[in-house]
DNA sequence: TTCTATACTTACCAAAAAGAGAGTGAAGAT
DNA sequence: ATCTTCACTCTCTTTTTGGTAAGTATAGAA
């Protein structure tokens, strides 16, 4: 096994309670406001909530404020707020923020490179079940 | 930005099509017990379904079926059915499936170097909601 | 004849997630 | 005096998700 394999002791054993912190971990970092707004941060860095409110598409005010604060809370990003009125907040990548976002290209490149065969496949599965 | 680069074509402009299926995709693919049954698949393949269901911690019965349809329909796996009784059904990874596990494997490892940094934000972030 | 094993499908229900929309507060412009 | 801006928060409703449990089909064992 291959994602697995980091995981395992010298006995070739892996630990559960890791392994599950792990899950949880990427189940929580793996959704998608947290990676559209990896994006936009990596684009540009720091925003302000109306813009990435602008820039991330379809995304709620109440899905941003709270893709932000769990990311704030994992130490992805920064959240700074000016003493000002009207409000000022901006919002920056910290250096594990970035990292993250430098995984998860593996998966989008991935998704790209095969997004034809997977359409394909979904045609040619879809059109099996018809008949 | 790193991950969103290479959708951009020479006028650097990202095409919304390919964004929005890429990142479908992603959703899609980026789920919990995707990625878990993923995982099996790339420990051992072959696998049987009652197999899988005890090997998946805490799935249920539907959403192991949901979830290796989906699958299945996007070309990940394959599911052979042997006309037996009672019912015989292996599925495997397909190369599609071994590739998006590989690059799955970027983000389960960012995960594993970084899950005490995340712990020990989590700690700080609480610490300074509660005061 | 009844039981078991396997891989489901279906129906129902509870819980969780998400969307919509209104409310807030205070400085500065009109 | 009223309006606007920004970054929320709060409430209400709808949608989605997922769990549980029952049903199905059939060959061979007991």
Not at 23 to 32: L, N, Y
Not at 33 to 47: G, I, R
Not at 55 to 62: A, E, H, I, L, T
Request: aromatic residues 6%; charged residues 30%; hydrophobic residues 40%.
């Amino acid at each position: 096994m291959i994602a697995k394999a980091a995981t395992e002791n010298t006995s070739g054993v892996t630990d559960p309670r890791l392994d599950a912190l792990v899950t949880e971990i990427i189940g929580r970092v793996a959704d998608k406001w947290t990676m559209l707004v990896l994006e936009e941060l990596e684009a540009e860095s720091p925003l302000r909530f109306t813009r990435l409110l602008e820039r991330v598409d379809g995304v709620s005010q109440k899905m941003l404020t709270q893709t932000l604060r769990h990311m704030e809370r994992d130490g992805l990003l920064t959240r700074k707020v000016y003493a000002v009125v009207p409000p000022k907040v901006e919002y920056a990548l910290t250096p594990l923020g970035r990292g993250l976002g430098e995984a998860f290209c593996g998966v989008w490149r991935w998704a790209e490179r095969h997004f034809e065969e997977i359409g394909a496949a979904r045609r040619a599965f879809d059109d099996g079940r018809d008949r």
